[in-house]
């Protein structure tokens, strides 16, 4: 049966809005088999039309389309009205939202990823979606992200409790940004984590040095190395430790 692209995307975007719903705790029906598979047959059958009824390029379109109107509508607005440890508290829900929705439209766009997409040499669709979310939201709140943590980090280190479990989903947001690449873990987090604990031990050092016995002083750094080994265990990522204890053993 041929499909006309609005016709077509009229019942996809339905779908889509009920997923937003969900996503935000609004009053919608439990999203069914029978829910998806029509999604799925509508897409299959716009991506398999003869030209010029191809929809895939469209559909490809408006599917980041789709995930960015979500993020200026909702995400953003609700990020921004937010302030001191709320913000990253936001965020990481906001991040699992998102990891949620690409795993549905994915899915429901699957024709894509398995024909269009490899033929074009196109992105995943995976890849766009957290292209999309990097773009609008992790650029726009990663300082903020990195202050928080670094806080918390310091907290901890003067013996203060701490949510652990959210500095932990704070601190995978660096890693999972990236889509299997480190660096944004490593330059926008890791670089100033490492010289806030230069600048954490060494003004401790100072006074160690000043009021302990040399056995005592090497008795403090052994436990500051525990401290950080433990620390990297619950919740940096594990190719920090050798750099974080070759910071603590150079002061």
Known sequence: MEIELEQGWEIIERGITRLKNILEGLPEPKFSSANYMELYTTVYNMCTQKPPHDYSQQLYDRYRESIEDYINSMVLPSLREKHDEFVPRELVKRWANHKVLVRWLSHIFHYLNREFIPRRSLLPL????????????????????????????DQEREGEEIDRALLKNVVDIFVEIGTGQMDYYVHDFEAAML??????????????????????????????LRSEKDRVSRYLHPSSEPKLLEVVIEI
Do not use: M
């Not at 979310?133 to 650029?139: A, E, P």
């Not at 954490?200 to 436990?223: F, H, R, T």
């Open 195 to 224: 010289r806030a604990t230069v600048a954490y031990y060494s003004g401790k050092a100072s006074n160690w040095i000043q009021e302990d016995s040399c056995p005592d002083y090497l008795l403090k750094v052994e436990e500051c």
């Open 126 to 153: 995976r890849e766009v979606g957290f292209i999309c979310f990097r773009t609008l939201v992790y650029h726009a709140f990663y300082r903020d992200l990195r202050v928080s943590v670094l806080s918390l980090i």
